[in-house]
């Protein structure tokens, strides 16, 4: 599969634990997104990264929450101190820098339940 | 603040018919407009985009028109199956550094009936 990779599919996890997702971007591409979803809406964006670089965040990221991109290639989205409010799927997507438009391939998400 | 939104949350149609979602839009900074198309359990997936100099575009069984003196953004869907069934979003982008951030609209149910 050579699509974006999202691992876990699904995390339940009691308020006040910390979580940790990871994104695997397709190969070639340069940028790396993540998103949150919740029911009913469309996604939200949260952050970017061109390479290794975190270029933007959104007011939505707050400081419980963290993103890397290392290397490059993968990143993580780690929640520190979950709240029930946190409880969305988390969506990574990948893009090629230098189309020219930019598409988004989007992963399967995570799917965050706190209880 | 600026968003973008949609006129129906439901669509049902016959297999066979034609299907428009429509999508209004707010911000006249936007220059890039996309249509993704989600499944149950799936993220969404790209499936005709537009950019601002531009009224219409075509793909395959779809096509993109973009009214920039109303605000408006419609996707036509030829000849509906069953395996179109899903939630569509509109998506707009105001450039900047990136045209992968993207606002979303709330999204509308498209269901074929065989």
Known sequence: ?115 | GESVGLHLPTLSVQEGDNSIINCAYSNSASDYFIWYKQESGKGPQFIIDIRSNMDKRQGQRVTVLLNKTVKHLSLQIAATQPGDSAVYFCAENAGGTSYGKLTFGQGTILTVHP
């Not at chain 1, 699509?3 to 940790?20: A, E, F, L, M, Y």
């Not at chain 1, 061109?50 to 990221?61: D, G, H, V």
């Open chain 1, 1 to 115: 599969d050579t699509g974006v990779s999202q691992d876990p599919r699904h995390k339940i996890t009691k308020r006040g634990q910390n979580v940790t997702f990871r994104c695997d971007p397709i190969s070639e591409h340069n940028r790396l997104y993540w998103y949150r979803q919740t029911l009913g809406q469309g996604p939200e964006f949260l952050t970017y990264f061109q390479n290794e670089a975190q270029l933007e965040k959104s007011r939505l990221l707050s400081d419980r929450f963290s993103a890397e991109r290392p290397k490059g290639s993968f990143s993580t989205l780690e929640i520190q101190r979950t709240e029930q409010g946190d409880s969305a799927m988390y969506l990574c997507a990948s893009s090629r820098l230098g189309q020219g438009d930019e598409k988004l391939f989007f992963g399967s998400g995570t799917q965050l339940s706190v209880l």
